[in-house]
DNA sequence: AATGAATGAGGTTTCATTCAT
DNA sequence: AATGAATGAAACCTCATTCAT
């Protein structure tokens, strides 16, 4: 099943392969239902490999959840080429978001689902990651008000409720994308950048939609 | 600590005391985390007991999620006045489901949170829901386009895209609001909305985002 | 092997049967070597019984150390009438903690070996009751030496010096009778007997012996 | 932290070296608690040294006793004059022995604690020691005996007895001098030839402590 | 309607020990 | 002379589940 085993591998490659097996494993079982069993024969190595190495389930999940968040951070940072307009931007990256996390489904699962149902030396793992994202989109959104001239300017405190929303309708589609046949990268991209885009621009143009008097 | 020990309770009464505890307990620390044991000792009965009442842990878990759906689902029916303009009844249905999540948050955390991470009896079940709640926010879409005379209408793909987009975001923001102080259900709705709204007019307009050259 | 394997006892007989074969087999094997599926076994339960009845390894230890020093500080004060003169009592109450680490040498060893090579919960709950034994000893030399109106009167600080050799020795020999095959307990009390009354009547006589210029 | 890591050393070296560790680690951890880990890293080596050296953990320690029952030995020899009276020869000894065993309290512990708490190979291999020791006390007695014409002769058993109380009450005050703070060797020594040295003579003097009709 | 007594199965973790270089 | 890589076996502990009343 797992990895050929072959013998005797240098630590730094073993402990490669040991994290892709647990990332495999924690993310179609879960945190708990993930036992070192599994992960270990998945990894093609014994347990006490696993142990000696990576120390505790604890830290292993850990170690999961911060080399998976790296990576994903890094492939949308490559994903977008600073030089183009914000709203290039912006499209671009949610692609490369929604590629990667359908590439690496396990992974996403594990950052989106599992590290966030199993307290808290987990939460704030994936917290941090989520913050950077969330202010790189920040950033994005406040250059594009720039770019338009957005008059009156938008306030902070809107900003970032968009860029919130934003996050958090694209790491709800990323699940719904996996989960669904037939639904492509590019297409979960498209489907949110129309939704944002628009809510955008009416906020720029001081088109807000207000509440009925309540 | 649980209900208070009273003998000889109706089975219905016992079943509800029972579902609460569990609701409480699978919510704060996850389906497998949370033991049989815990459970029996917050509702004030002994283990044997809730066999006898609810089978095993799965089924209980599954009871737990088909009477946490029904009653979030009646409690957005409920908030909805069918007589309203589809605008007005989809910020009541947003409200209703913030308050609901926010008065509930464990049982939000078994709908959103463990039911999705804990493989296929449970997952198919909230999938129902979150069916029904989908089609319920396309109908109020679909209106909302007629109303407006949207022309030319609204390509169905497209509603069901945003329909997704929209109910994805209200589930993210659910949880973020409840784990978020200082954010209420109003707060949370009255962003959704914007955003939302905006996307909505847009596209009823015409005047949809397109991605650049792919 | 174990008790008659009889099924359904109440809860407090299961736990002195589980003690019963801690003891025996803390004592034979030692704390960390002893494992509790054989302490399981000889009790005739499965293993989570004696979980759920006494906690860990550790409270398991614990409360065999705490339930033994109690029956043995009860062995030596039963043995002795407070009536009879001093001389009298002491050997009577050497008698009784000779017996009874003779009937009962795997608790003499939970107490004297074991318990003393596994470091703090442990070392202290034997080092109450080593205290009550030794303070019981040191009344019994005091009032030995009021009975021989010792004059001068014996320094307390000899006393409380005779009273820790003696029962640091009767400590050893208690170890050494059992490991020796026929020494009797009377006769080891004898020995010690002789040992100790001689240096009382020295000490009471002023007769002390002096080390040679150092 | 261990011994500095210098490389290449020639084999008796390296094997002091372990077993210096190995004593440290087994006086203060216990024999099943000690892990082979732990004592190689304290030795400054590789664990598979340490087994091409000392073959397995069960070897390592008789290695440690037999080394270390051998050097208390030869302090306790090299400490006693026999030109000197039999009194000043016990005296030399108990201050040899009681410096012995507070400047190498973890080799006590070894010899005295953990070898005797680990079955069979072990409890024999100190058994050896003792015996030694026993042997030299009971020739001093004997020694002493003669030099007071002691009248009538003191019978061999009550001589056993008598140093098999000495030794026995000497072994137990060396672990309460090493665990009791400011309690010196020389303390140590002088209560116990007090003790030991006023029964002596009042055997040799015919005056032994009768029981009371049993 | 309800429970005290009990367990099979499986989880994480540690450890003495060996292999190949 | 010395070690990095690796493991079989067994320890402690927990849990869903049942039996007998």
């Avoid at 005797?8 to 945190?31: I, L, S």
């Avoid at 957005?150 to 900003?159: C, E, F, G, K, N």
Wanted: proline letters at 5%; charged letters at 20%; hydrophobic letters at 45%.
């Amino acid at each position: 099943m797992g990895a050929v085993k072959s013998k005797r591998m240098p630590r730094a490659v073993r402990e490669q392969q040991m994290m892709d097996a647990a990332v495999r494993t924690f993310g179609q079982r879960g945190y708990r239902a993930a036992s070192m069993d599994e992960i270990a024969e998945l990894a093609g190595v014994s347990k006490p490999l696993v142990y000696l190495y990576l120390n505790s389930k604890e830290d292993l999940f850990s170690a999961c959840i911060r080399r998976e968040a790296q990576s994903l951070l890094e492939a949308v940072r490559a994903g977008v080429d600073p030089e183009l307009p914000a709203d290039a931007q912006l499209w671009a990256g949610l692609r490369a978001f929604f590629v990667h996390t359908a590439e690496n489904p396990d992974a996403w699962s594990v950052l989106h689902r599992q590290a966030r149902s199993h307290g808290e030396p987990f939460v704030s793992e994936v917290g941090c990651m989520r913050d950077e994202i969330v202010a790189f989109v920040t950033g994005l959104i406040g250059a594009a008000a720039r770019e338009a001239h957005s008059d009156p300017a938008l306030a902070d405190r809107d900003v970032a409720g968009l860029a919130q929303a934003l996050v958090g309708a694209a790491e709800s589609l990323a699940g719904w994308a996996n989960d669904t046949p037939d639904v492509s990268a590019r297409e979960a991209a498209a489907t949110l950048m129309n939704f944002a885009w628009a809510g955008l621009e009416n906020l720029m143009h001081a088109r807000p939609w207000t509440p009925p008097a309540a």
